[in-house]
């Protein structure tokens, strides 16, 4: 059975860092895509980043371009997301997710169909 759990969020404020961890276990085969998804109160889930695991290749939001550091341990089957100037409206539960397939879009929650149960993130100004 596959289990994503993510790990690290917490309140931290403006301009702060977070470093959030999602283990992955129970895989029969590696995952294209591992990414992270973010929902804030009233809002639709959206993408923050993901990787392409077998070509090494990530990708971002606009939003967080040169903030957030998305990397993943194969050893360790984990991924990580590295949030560095947190803002205020980064506040948000923040999800792990991976794609068994190969996506038309990383960046749409569609194509991804494991998911973890979210951790909370919370940037007070």
């Known amino acids: 059975q596959v289990q994503l759990v993510e790990s690290g969020g917490g309140s931290v404020q403006t301009g702060g860092s977070l470093r959030l961890s999602c283990a992955a276990s129970?895989?029969?085969?590696?995952?294209?895509?591992m990414g992270w998804f973010r929902q804030a109160p009233g809002k639709e889930r959206g993408a923050v980043a993901a990787m392409h695991l077998r070509a090494r290749v990530a990708y971002y939001a606009d939003s967080v371009k040169g903030r957030f550091t998305i990397s993943q341990d194969n050893a360790k089957n984990t991924l990580y997301l590295q949030m560095n100037s947190l803002k205020p409206e980064d506040t948000a539960i923040y999800y792990c997710?991976?794609?068994?397939?190969?996506?038309?879009?990383?960046?749409?929650?569609?194509?991804?169909?494991?998911w973890g149960q979210g951790t909370q993130v919370t940037v007070s100004s």
């Open positions: 997710a991976t794609a068994l397939r190969p996506v038309i879009s990383w960046s749409s929650p569609n194509y991804y169909d494991n």
């Open positions: 129970g895989y029969t085969s590696s995952p294209y895509y």
